[in-house]
């Protein structure tokens, strides 16, 4: 065992109120489903937390290389999290690559827990590195604690018979039993999960479990140094009631089926397999009792215009996709449009443009959601900020879909996705039905007239062989009222703007914008869609305790945005708007209000950190 201390006697010895760890190694190491079950021992022991999986886009790099790694972040602890950290303070890296990727975000003091097992001439040549980094001093701002974890892994499954490529997949539960250790974990829990996964295998099970133990084991029993503690961060003060972990794309699923509960309706889901999308098709297949119907099309054209079928059939038709399947099915969005069906299209966007960055999150497409279809083609676009607030604004695409007759954007992003935090499950009391009603008999006297709009500027849904009700739908403009086919110049004005007036007058139905945190008015507003909520927010409370005139607004409704966020924003000095893009929001923002926002833009595939936002709150401010 080798360690390189950089000032053990100056840290404190005051238990923080969070810790921000990350684990990382090569993307077969094993590191989501450990930094998956370390979440499931936070939410276990009552912490609060926010997650950062963040995994290479290649299905399985070459072995040891700087591109295969593979890392899961992690921020808990017994106070309010809203995000998944800025800095690490403690570095797991089971190789030299995973190391040189990750050592420059960790904070200086932090500790790195290196396995010197993998340290060999190769997987330094691998990494870049000349001379091994544990050996030549260049870690000396950090608190360094190497061993064999490979070796002592190996010792830990010897009696149950693995060849060694096999045992050494039990290095990640042998880290994670360490990991327990530090942080004063439960093992039970992990224990029957081990024994649950592999059920058909008691001897990966009973090996895996060894592992784990032997991990834990060698934390109460080694002397690690002075720097390394058993650290307990007790529970969050949390409101009674039901909580369970949930990723973003679990909370879109949960609450595409709450919404078309809540609508009364059977829900078609159709799909093509996408990174970060897919997640969403895997939980709605588990949810078929609910009156789900999943549809895995052959490709992004196919999967919605199934959707738009279900749809005009008298289901909720829904579809998801990232940014490049959501090109693809930019002409059907068109169709549903013109068709003025309801549709829910979920984008979980992702670095772009073209096939771009696979696994790594980005805000690239808020163009593409509001602006991004032939003719005009106006669709209302809700975005989620969180992954718990993504099962939310799901219900609310789905009643906009419903009451409107319209393809709605519900708009995420791989880091919303794959992250994952608690989340209060809702008593299913608290949300307002928002039943369908089909027309099931003419509606002018002895005429049916399907264009014939409601006081929201709503057509009516009738169902395909409704006696007396056949009517025309297509993509070719429509007569007003009557649905006849109909190209004249006065009709298609008429329709354009029936159809704008529609998706603009949804504003009506939405709440005006709040303020998050500060007040209505001041020197600076920081304005943040989607998933900046989280950093947006704590550097706005750290600036502000610092006595800064600045707010957070954040915007859910982002097309038609709230009636009051024009005057509201007006009333400050200057609007910052950070998104993870070239400014697009910020346009939209100037475009609609006249307001002069600025843009704080980053697209390195990586989400804003607090630090960040901070600096620049300062810097508007200065």
Same mark, same amino acid.
């Given at each position: ?324 399947? %959501? ?17 829910? %299209? ?53 009643? %906009? ?151 957070? %607004? ?69």
């Amino acid at each position: 065992m080798a360690t390189q201390l950089a000032d053990p006697e100056a840290k404190s010895t005051v238990a923080p109120e969070a810790v921000v760890v990350r684990f990382a190694g090569d993307s077969g190491d094993g590191m989501q489903l450990t930094g998956g079950q370390f979440t499931l021992s936070s939410a276990l022991a009552g912490n609060d937390f926010a997650t950062f999986p963040d995994f290479p886009a290649e299905i399985r790099a070459p072995q040891g290389t700087l591109f295969g790694v593979s890392a899961f972040q992690i921020n808990f602890g017994s106070t309010s999290i809203d995000t998944a950290g800025d800095a690490p303070d403690v570095l797991v890296a089971m190789n030299p690559a995973a190391l040189k990727t990750n050592v420059g975000a960790l904070k200086p003091g932090g500790l790195i827990i290196a396995d010197t097992g993998e340290f060999t001439k190769r997987n330094l040549e691998k990494a870049k590195y000349d001379v091994s980094p544990l050996e030549d001093g260049s870690l000396a701002k950090w608190q360094v604690l190497a061993f064999d974890i490979s070796a002592l892994t190996l010792e830990s499954v010897k009696p149950f018979g693995l060849g060694n490529k096999e045992a050494l997949r039990c290095k990640n539960m042998w880290t994670l039993g360490l990991a327990l250790w530090m942080f004063d974990r439960d093992r039970a829990p992990l224990i029957d999960w081990l024994n649950a996964k592999f059920a058909k295998n008691k001897v990966l099970a009973d090996a895996n479990v060894a592992a784990l133990n032997a991990g834990h084991a060698y934390g109460e029993t080694a002397e690690l140094g002075g720097h390394v503690k058993k650290l307990h961060l007790g529970p969050v003060p949390t409101p009674a009631g039901l909580y369970r972990t949930i990723t973003g794309a679990d909370a879109v699923a949960l609450g595409l089926v709450a919404g078309a509960q809540l609508a009364h309706l059977p829900m078609f889901f159709g799909g093509y397999p996408i990174t970060p999308a897919s997640s969403i098709l895997h939980a709605l297949v588990r949810l078929k009792e609910f009156g789900v119907t999943t549809f895995q099309a052959e490709d992004e054209i196919a999967a919605i215009c199934a959707a738009i079928g279900a749809s005009y059939a008298g289901q909720l038709g829904v579809t998801s996709s990232s940014g490049p399947g %959501i090109a693809l099915k930019g002409e059907a969005m068109g169709l549903a449009v013109m068709t003025e069906l309801p549709l829910v %299209i979920v984008n979980s966007q992702r670095g772009g443009p073209s096939t771009g960055l696979p696994t790594k999150t980005e805000q690239s497409d808020l163009y593409q959601a509001v602006y991004g279809r032939n003719g005009d083609a106006p669709i209302p676009v809700v975005s989620a900020r969180s992954p718990s607030d993504a099962f939310e604004c799901a219900i609310e695409a789905c009643r %906009i879909a419903v009451q409107y007759m319209t393809p709605v954007i519900l708009l995420t992003d791989g880091y919303i996705a794959n992250a994952a935090e608690p989340w209060q499950v809702p008593d299913p009391a608290t949300f307002k039905e928002f039943p369908v009603t089909f027309l099931a008999e003419k509606n002018a006297g002895d005429t049916l007239l399907p264009y014939k709009r409601d006081g929201k500027g709503t057509r009516p849904w009738i169902k395909p062989g409704t006696p007396g009700l056949m009517h025309r739908i297509g993509g070719i403009e429509k007569a007003v009222d009557t649905g006849h086919l109909d190209y004249s110049p006065a009709n298609h004005q008429a329709q354009t703007d029936a159809r704008k007036a529609k998706v603009d007058g949804i504003a009506q139905s939405i709440p005006d914008q709040d303020v998050c945190l500060g007040a209505p008015g001041g020197k600076l507003a920081v304005v943040g869609w989607g998933s900046t909520y989280g950093p947006i927010h704590q550097a706005v409370g750290r600036a502000r305790a610092k006595g800064m005139d600045v707010s957070h %607004i954040h915007v859910r409704h982002i097309w038609p945005m709230p009636q009051n966020l024009g005057e509201l924003l007006k009333g400050y000095d200057k609007v910052l708007v950070p998104e993870m893009n070239t400014g697009q929001f910020k346009t939209v923002l100037r475009d609609q209000f006249l307001v002069d926002a600025k843009p704080l833009t980053k697209t390195s595939g990586q989400p804003f950190t607090i630090a960040e936002i901070e600096a620049a709150i300062e810097g508007a401010l200065a």
